[in-house]
């Protein structure tokens, strides 16, 4: 069935660095993919998401392209701050429409 | 709005014991989602109903768990009888249509 693989965790960095997290995903079609994130002790927020291929998603200086080729959708910012640590979900539509596959999460710790 | 409510925020219990944990969706919503989430596992789609009805409850464990919606307003998530393993964060979300899907600050559950 479908399902969302992305980097296992934790990632460590310091303020300011690049950041990326690798996220694939496999689909009969072309469902809309997103990147949820989740700050401790509450539940998930929609970061960005992109419908169709080639769709740039971008939020807070996040952003991620729909790559159908590679069947990708990475997360990246260019300069991450010590509030950006968090958990990190990509997420694809199931073929319903209306569910998600969610991927394991990865876990983002920018020290000072 | 207030966003997706749910209750209890924590829960501990004994083995055995019958937990049900609550939710309330965004008003005007049609969807509503409970998912789990575990160190494990990640996060799993447990069942979603639109319009109050169940349409997919695949992800249901097994039969100790069981899920209601009654109304456009409130669902229940029932686990009877409670097993150590069911410890985890049970999330709530909702969406209209295909819009976008928000989470729930979600139920912390340990199963003594």
């Known amino acids: 069935g479908d399902s969302v693989t992305q980097m296992e965790g934790p990632v460590t960095l310091s303020e300011e660095a690049f950041l990326t997290i690798n996220c694939t995903y496999t689909?009969?079609?072309?469902?809309?993919l997103f990147w949820y994130v989740q700050y401790p002790g509450e539940g998930l927020q929609l970061l960005l998401k992109?419908?169709?291929?080639?769709d740039k998603g971008s939020n807070k200086g996040f952003e991620a392209t729909y790559r159908k080729e590679t069947t990708s959708f990475h997360l990246e910012k260019g300069s991450v701050q010590v509030s950006d640590s968090a958990v990190y979900f990509c997420?694809?539509?199931?073929?319903?429409?209306?569910?998600?596959?969610f991927g394991k999460g990865t876990s983002l710790l920018v020290t000072p | 709005d207030a966003g997706v409510i749910q209750s209890p925020r924590h829960e501990v219990t004994e083995m055995g014991q019958e937990v049900t944990l609550r939710c309330k969706p965004i008003?005007?919503?049609?969807?509503l989602f409970w998912y789990r989430q575990t160190m494990m596992r990640g996060l799993e789609l447990l069942i979603y109903f639109n319009n109050n009805v169940p349409i997919d409850d695949s992800g249901m464990p097994e039969d100790r768990f069981s899920a209601k919606m009654p109304n456009a307003s409130f669902s229940t998530l029932k686990i009877q009888p409670s097993e150590p393993r069911d410890s985890a964060v049970y999330f709530c979300?909702?969406?209209?249509?295909?819009?976008?899907?928000?989470f729930g600050p979600g139920t912390r559950l340990l199963v003594l």
């Open positions: 997420a694809s539509e199931t073929d319903s429409g209306y569910a998600l596959n």
């Open positions: 689909a009969t079609g072309y469902p809309s």
């Open positions: 992109a419908t169709k291929a080639d």
């Open positions: 008003s005007g919503h049609d969807y």
């Open positions: 979300a909702s969406r209209q249509g295909l819009a976008d899907q928000y």
